[in-house]
Every structure is written in C-alpha cells, then in structure tokens.
C-alpha cells in the first residue's frame, strides 16, 4: 500500500526546477518524509551559524580549561555567561520557556537540563555534562561536553567514552540524502553493544534560526525512516547514553532537571552539524 504523501518541498510558482528540487521532489513522491524548503540554510545564514558555533565552541573551550574538583556549578554558569556576553553573544538557555541560567550542568545520574547552582560541588570521580548553546546576530548554536574530575570509575569512563564513540558513529550514518533513522540505528547499535541503553524521550534537533527546529534527531530506531537529511541542512546528534535502564524522569520541583530512573550514570556528547553535498561538517563542538 502506498504511503500517504506529505507535501513539505513545495517549489514556488513560477520558480525554474533545480536539481535539488528533483531530487528532493522524487523522494517526497516516493513517500518518503522531507524537509521543507525553509529548513535549507542559505550561504549567508550558514556563515551566521558558523560565527556563532565559534563563540559557543569556546565557551566550552574555556570550561575544559577552569573545570576541576570543588567547583560549584554557578561558577560554570557564572563563567559561561561573562565569556559569552564579552563577544557579543547572548546565551540561548537563559529564561527560554523560564529556564533560569545560561547553562546546563548535568552531573552523574543527571541525564541533561541540570540547573547551575550554589550547592552543586564538583568532586572527585564525578562525570558532568556541559551543554552551550549561543545565540550571536540571531543565529543559535549549540554543543555540549562531558568531563570527568579527577579519575572516576572503569564503569563510568567506559560510559563516558562509549557515549563520544555514539555520537562519532552517528556522525558517520548521517550521509546526504540519507534518512535520520539511519543515525539512530547506528548510535543504539553500538551503545547496546556495550551494554548501555539509549534515552528515548530526548533527541537531537534542527537548529540555526531558531534553537530548535526540525528535524527531530532520535538516537534510536530503524534505518530508512525518519526525514531525508538534504545539503543545507543543520541539526544536533546528541546520544544521551545510559549506565542502566533508559528510562527518565523530570524533577518534579524544578521542573526541567532529567534524571535516569534507576539513577545509575548517564553521558552525553552533542555537536551542531551542517549538513554537505559530501558529509557532515561540524560547526560547533
């Protein structure tokens, strides 16, 4: 049975047929979901983004410098803000949809959207995450690291390094005129293979315009499903990989901090990607 057509490349009327309007065009007639026109980034646009992958590059940058055991959270938050601002930027979490910092700090069993605060003290042995997102003349980027203070646990820096070898391996799925699925297929492969689990209730997002866009970029799932993945395109892989079971829950008090169940570790790695007629090109990392 034929799959129903989403129409979203819609060409303008009047408008001469590209190459890329075929191209695009014979997969959405085959049924396949695609991106519409407008989630194409022009040069000008895509140099934007690439400016603002610069500055959030180098917040991260100075975190792996300045991390280190006895450091409060807010000092991260407290320095990813000043490092933004100085270069023109404005950190893209503070007061989104009521968010109160410019950072998420994500510590052991805390999946992602961590809030920076005073009580928060990194130690000895714990894994963090560090995700930045910036917006510079009105174009968003977005990336996060994980670090590990001091020397932790074999079992937690596997996680850690298995969680880096997802998103590399994601990376490599993620081909022009591929499908998103294809990337997920691949990150939950190798992340099972370790003996890790997938969060499912969180993905990777298009981004650039806006902080987030479509598509929606899920680390898990089967290879030729999800939206075609044309040039032009920018989007996040960011596998949140966890220690045990892969289900969450959002702390009911703050509202936005995302904790495995069983409370067992959990990393990630996150990049923003442009999309090439020859790959990926990361813009932020």
Known sequence: MRRKIRRNWIVPEGAELTDLDRKVLAFQEEGCLVPSRKLIKTPEQIEGIRRSGVVNTGVLDLV????????????????????????????????????????????????????????DVLEEGDIVNVDVSTILDGYYSDASRMFVIGQTTPEKQKLVDVARECLEIGMK???????????????????????????????????????????????????????????????????????????????????????????????????TFLMTENGLEILTY
């Not at 993945?229 to 996040?236: I, S």
């Open 64 to 119: 792996a410098q300045e991390i280190h055991a006895g450091m409060t959270t807010l000092e991260i938050d407290e320095m990813v803000y000043d490092y933004t601002v100085s270069h023109g930027a404005i950190p893209a979490p503070l007061n989104y949809e009521g968010f109160p910092k410019s950072v998420c700090t994500s510590i052991n069993e805390v999946v992602c959207h961590g809030i920076p605060n005073e009580f």
């Open 173 to 271: 799925a993620a081909r022009p005129f591929g499908f998103v699925g294809n990337i997920g297929n691949a990150i939950e492969k190798h992340a099972r293979k370790n003996g890790f689990s997938i969060v499912r209730d969180l993905c990777g997002h298009g981004v650039g315009l806006e902080f987030h866009e479509e598509p929606d970029v899920e680390h898990f799932g089967r290879k030729g499903t999800g939206m075609l993945l044309v040039p032009g395109m920018v989007f996040t892989i960011e596998p949140m990989v966890n220690m045990g079971d892969w289900r969450v829950f959002v702390d009911e008090e703050d509202g936005w901090t995302v904790v495995t169940e069983d409370e067992l570790p959990s990393a990630q790695w996150e990049h």
